[in-house]
């Protein structure tokens, strides 16, 4: 399964048509109950493994799918149009597994991107912290070198699919002198001694994904454990965002075309006055405006994922970060003002739970502020105009 980007689209026609059809089969029907009890979507998972798509980045020499970034955002966007705790899963792998990707030595690409390819692991990106969110090199979460071995302590908040990811790629301070080029990245695995986890926090949305603290409490890992050199981590997490990006700008194209979807069904059904309310012109001019915008977002986030593709083979701009923020932030924007539109489209129905949108708009919200909020993205769009 080799998505190369600049193969004819027709491939990726193929990709988005399979993954539809298995997303509507095997996900969506329990979309629903994984909102309402808050569940992870275990039968997700076994689905997506079940057909190479939990993890679709990694490379075929780790025995990945090996696909492009053009292909990984289909993937994301086809499951998150049924179910947007279930697209985390090929999220959230890519994101805890990039940095490993991009800056790991060789030893751990094999140890750690095998178990992944095969679906016997799962990988979380532990960046944020209780009082370094947007101020990311603000953490405190220390790695002390001690011998052949590193000590880590500290917590991480806000932890996508923590408890359930058995790999997590942890930011930690190294020199405290040097800011941020004082912190280095490790890989920690869940069942190192001194790790364990907050309880679940209560969220507005994709409920179905665990976000927990992670707690890191005399963790005693291997030197070798480290990605890169030290004082290279945050710099890999910043290269990292910049690809990672685009793949919530498809969770938000995702979230948002299952919304219009919905929406355009259900007006053809709803009659009053005596015809169908998407007979009438105020209808049809919302319906044209929410297509219009998710079909400049799809624009924007698929050419976003043709610089991330380049970049990552070597010869791409150095615009990514702009056109990653870009995508991720206007994507994003459109997904809450989509989703808002179709459930007052479905009037008092759509404020019910019965109908999916209500989930959907609550889902749409996360898009808008994890990986960096959209008052940030416009900070590094405006720090690297293009």
Known sequence: MDFDLYRPLEEHDMLRESVRSLAEAKIAPHAAEVDEEARFPQEALEALVANDLHAVHVPE??????????ATVIVIEEVARVCASSSLIPAVNKLGSLPV???????????????LAKG??????????PDAGSDAAGMKTKAVRDGDHYV????????????VSEYYTVMAVTDPDKRSKGISAFV??????GVSFGAPEKKLGIKGSPTREVYLDNVRIPADRMIGAEGTGFATAMKTLDHTRITIAAQALGIAQG?????????????QFGKPIADFQGIQFMLADMAMKLEAARQLT?????????VAAGSGKEDLTFFGAAAKCYASDAAMEITTDAVQLLGGYGYTRDYPVERMMRDAKI???YEGTNQVQRIVMARNLP
Do not use: H
């Not at 020499?61 to 053009?70: P, T, V």
């Not at 016997?120 to 912290?129: G, P, R, T, W």
């Not at 880590?152 to 408890?163: D, E, F, H, P, S």
């Not at 919304?259 to 009659?271: F, I, P, T």
């Open 367 to 369: 898009t808008q502020i």
């Open 302 to 310: 698929y050419a976003a994922a043709a610089r991330s593709e380049r």
């Open 120 to 129: 016997d692991a799962m990988f979380s990106y532990c960046l944020s912290e």
């Open 152 to 163: 880590l302590n500290g917590v991480k908040r806000w932890i996508t699919n923590a408890g």
């Open 101 to 115: 990707i991009l800056s790991g030595s060789e030893e751990l690409k094999k140890k750690y991107l095998a178990p």
């Open 61 to 70: 020499s780790y025995g990945g799918a090996g696909a492009d970034a053009l």
């Open 259 to 271: 919304a219009l979807d919905y929406a355009k069904g259900y007006v053809q059904e709803r009659k």
């Open 188 to 193: 920690v695995e869940k069942s190192d001694p």
